[in-house]
């Protein structure tokens, strides 16, 4: 009975337990199993492996090493017994796991591992095979070695082997190294494997100009991020812009309709007057949004500063200040426009450096551009004999030049020519004021020229018939001295007789000039 008890189970595939039993500390007085036990164990076991060997030829048995065997191992250790089990069952359960993936793959060219599912141990050196994934590891093969620094007191070696840490190889590696710091952006290359030595010059050189280039990319980012967006609609500018929604003016602002160098234009649907004063807001609204940086339009002050009329106000000191100047000049041009019958958007209200026009366009499209409509002759005609009367009226009933008339800044819309960005007009007094008539003459006469208007003036004709001046000369060059002569004498007859008093006082420009 006692020989019966302890000899191991005879049922199920476990491993054989020679001499120790593997549950306890082993007895001085050890009871050896029967000798029919063993030899059916064993014959068991080995019928067992020739039927696996048959199925699968290729699948290796499970070895049995000394590990297992109990021999030469102080089994007295409970945990050293459990990771012996546990390495012994996962080893089964490993050849099982190969057996289901031979027969699942078969002949297929195409196979299915199972590798993901074996149970891997840190002590079983069989089912590593040699696999590393590099993202374990701290160390990357295909990175090189960083230089190693010089320990605090500054030199390494004795007698004449010092290196001290101004050694040309040191400091040459150890610049190469501190590359990877500058910004992504900048490419390095891989300097540290190519063993590549850099001399204090060039590392400095490179550092500055790497620096100088990421400042320059945030600042372009910055500049183009801010001209369209932030700095146009700033928290001041929304807060205006807001009012006018909260008070009822407009209906809702519905987004940007296009954006220049010098403003901004929404679009938005108009609502009711505020008061029984008020002129009547159009159904569609265009909102013009002045830029509140001077970076992308610098040559604006020559418009304003020598304009009669805004002269005394003016001040290079105070950017915000000459912007809403820049706004209050095209409401006043539009609205001498307006009275003149010239087809332009009819202003709503000025806020600061905020102009709310009428819409040229329908259902938040905006007219067309002339430089991008394509008209037939006969309506190219028609345009161009309007752009003509729309021109000598501008300048003799409204008494200005637009100064920046082509075909970006003319819509067709309803048949007919609208102008737009009257910002910079000015004076025919201006002291650049027929420089700027000539430049206007020229690019309408080039453009209708080229789109085939047989009739078009050349720009010096049509500067005679819109200015009436008859300046009689064969060529551009005599022209534009003739021009400049007229300017300087107009403009010695202004300084010497005082300021020009507008011919028309009727359009309801405010005294701007008598602070």
Known sequence: GVAAAAAPPEAGPGPAWQ????????????ISCSLADVMSEQLAKELQLEEENAAFPEVVAVAEGPFITGENIDTSSDLMLAQMLQMEFDREYDAQLRREEKKFNGDSKVSISFENYRKVHPFDSDSSEDEVDWQDTRHD?????????????????????????????????????????????????????????????????????????????????????????????????????????????????TGCISTGKESVVFHAYGGKSTNEDDKVIPPECAIKVFKTTLNEFKNRDKYIKDDYRFKDRFSKLNPRKIIRMWAEKEMH????????????????????????????????????????????????????????????????????????????????????????????????????????LFRDCRNVSQFFQKGGVTEALNERELFNAVSDLNIAADNEVDFQAEIEALEKVNEDHVQKHGKKVSAFPSDGDPPIYDE
């Open 19 to 30: 001499s120790k039993c593997p549950w306890g500390a082993p007895k001085p007085t050890s």
């Open 141 to 253: 093969p295909y990175r090189a070695d960083k230089p190693t620094t010089t320990p605090k007191k500054g030199f390494i070696g004795k007698g004449k082997d010092i290196t001290t840490k101004h050694d040309e190889v040191v400091c040459g590696r150890k610049n190469t190294a501190r590359m990877e710091n500058f910004a992504p952006e900048f490419q390095v290359g891989d300097g540290i494997g190519m063993d590549l030595k850099l001399s204090n010059q060039v590392f400095n050189a490179l550092k500055q100009h790497a620096y100088s280039e990421e400042r320059r990319s945030a600042r372009l980012h910055e500049k183009k991020e801010h001209s369209t967006a932030e700095k146009a609609v700033d928290p001041k500018t929304r807060l205006l812009l807001y009012k006018m929604v909260n008070a009822g003016m407009l209906e809702t602002i």
């Open 333 to 436: 041009n539009l609205t001498r426009m307006q009275n003149a019958g010239i087809p332009c958007p009819q202003v709503v209200i000025l806020k600061k450096h905020v102009l709310v026009m009428s819409f040229i366009g329908q259902d938040q499209v905006p007219a067309p551009k002339l430089k991008d409509v394509k008209l037939s002759s006969e309506d190219m005609k028609k345009a161009y004999y309007q752009i003509l009367n729309m021109m000598q009226r501008l300048y003799k009933e409204c008494s200005l030049v637009h100064a920046d008339l082509s075909e970006y800044n003319m819509l067709w819309h309803d048949g007919k020519v609208w102008l737009i960005d009257v910002s910079q007009s000015v004076e025919p007094t201006h002291p650049h004021g027929l420089e700027f």
